[in-house]
């Protein structure tokens, strides 16, 4: 069967498999050559947005007398827009260092927003996380930025945002959509693991000492699989808390040494937390907990997925579907992509944060898409590059 797999799809045009130097490149990122392979302590501290970013806005939603204000990163003058839509649980600086790739790839413009209940983005209703909700959201913001024709935009969402991204492009929220990226969202692998997010939620710690301890957890967890885009994504996942004294309601829980391997669906379903007695503080402490509790959003799981293929299916502009494994793929979106209805790329080995994991991967995979449509022009320095749709 794996023989036929690959001979599928090296004969199929929009199947493009991650190569085994592409393999060992993910692994060689994680391997420490300065020390040969010697184990050292690495550095967790964490990353300013600035790095990545050109700008950090508070975008303001009026509703009569009240407003939302929804916390966005900008970057780029020039050229598309590309709308980034970050997963449950996660925050825009999950796009950091993939921004920063894509910048460099192609001339484009960024706008990474934290959705509602995520992030730094403050609203008046932050537990009501339905896909139509948030679809508005993006809508909303986009015009409260660019006006009410805005540039054409690429709509791209890693899972939630992926769905949230679909039902945004479904529903022709915005005027001037000229395709649509989900990365790792796929209908029916979601809907089977759905069951167990609850599991996998409970099995978090529930706090950290310091975001440093935060970062290092991601890591060693599998949650986050590059160090680079932990040190900047997490600073968007928990916030600082005080703890007083004899308080256990919130204990803090050290990060385990044991690293997540094997298969991951959704979130890292495979990694359970060995957790440990905390010690008893004599004297008030600050901990970094969750700034969203996703378990409370059970209600909402459903709908994010439920119907999401075809959704997919029926959008009708250019499409593309990035995958961590081939695995993932329901009936609908197979016999779509035996269609041609869509493009589908199988990434190379990586977590389900495939975009942090692999971020230089993605912004290949999104440029060659953008160029072969003509959405995009490569940058001068990148346009000697093996992209394989510029040949």
């Not at 809508?139 to 679909?166: D, F, S």
């Not at 310091?210 to 890591?219: G, L, R």
């Not at 957790?275 to 996703?294: F, G, H, N, Q, T």
């Not at 959003?297 to 502009?317: H, P, T």
Request: aromatic share 8%.
């Amino acid at each position: 069967m794996a023989s036929e797999r690959s001979s599928a799809e090296s004969s199929d045009p929009t199947i493009i498999s991650g190569t085994d130097a592409a393999a060992n490149s993910m692994w060689e990122e994680s391997f420490d050559t300065e020390n040969h392979g010697v184990s050292s302590k690495r550095d967790y501290s964490p990353v300013s947005w600035s790095e990545y970013f050109e700008m950090m806005d508070d975008v303001v939603i009026m509703s009569g007398e009240t407003k939302d204000v929804f916390r966005v990163y900008k970057s780029g003058q020039d050229g598309p827009l590309l709308v980034l839509l970050h997963g449950g649980g996660h925050s825009a600086l999950s796009w950091a260092v993939f921004t920063a790739a894509m910048t460099s790839r192609i001339t484009c413009r960024v706008l990474a927003m934290d959705l509602r209940g995520h992030g730094a983005t403050q609203v008046r209703h932050a537990d009501d996380l339905s896909t139509q909700t948030m679809s508005r959201d993006v809508a909303n913001v986009v015009r409260a930025t660019y006006g009410e024709i805005p540039p054409p935009i690429i709509l791209v969402g890693h899972n939630v945002g992926g769905a949230i991204a679909v039902h945004a492009a479904g529903g022709a929220l915005l005027p001037s959509v000229l395709g649509l990226v989900a990365i790792d969202v796929v209908e029916g692998s979601a809907m089977e693991v759905l069951h167990s997010m609850q599991n996998f939620l409970k099995g978090r710690p529930k706090s950290f000492k310091s975001i440093d301890h935060a970062i290092e957890w991601s890591v060693k967890s599998g949650q986050i699989r590059n160090l680079e885009s932990a040190k900047v994504s997490m600073v968007g996942q928990v916030r600082r808390c005080e703890v007083e004294e004899g308080d256990s309601s919130e204990p803090v829980s050290p990060v385990t040494e044991s690293v997540a391997e094997g298969h991951e669906e959704f979130y890292d379903l495979s990694y359970v937390t060995e957790k440990a007695e905390s010690s008893a503080s004599a004297e008030p402490c600050s901990v970094y907990s969750w700034r969203i509790d996703l378990s409370k959003a059970e209600k909402y799981w459903d709908g994010w997925f439920r119907g999401i293929s075809n959704l997919f299916l029926s959008c009708n502009v250019p499409k593309l579907l990035l995958l961590a494994g081939i695995d993932r793929l329901d009936r609908d979106l197979t016999i779509g992509q035996m269609q041609g209805k869509f493009m589908m790329q199988v990434l190379p080995p990586c977590g389900h944060a495939v975009h942090e994991d692999i971020p230089d991967k993605v912004a290949d995979a999104l440029a060659s898409f953008m160029i072969r449509h003509k959405f995009a022009e490569a940058r001068s320095e990148t346009k000697s590059s093996s992209y394989p749709f510029m040949r």
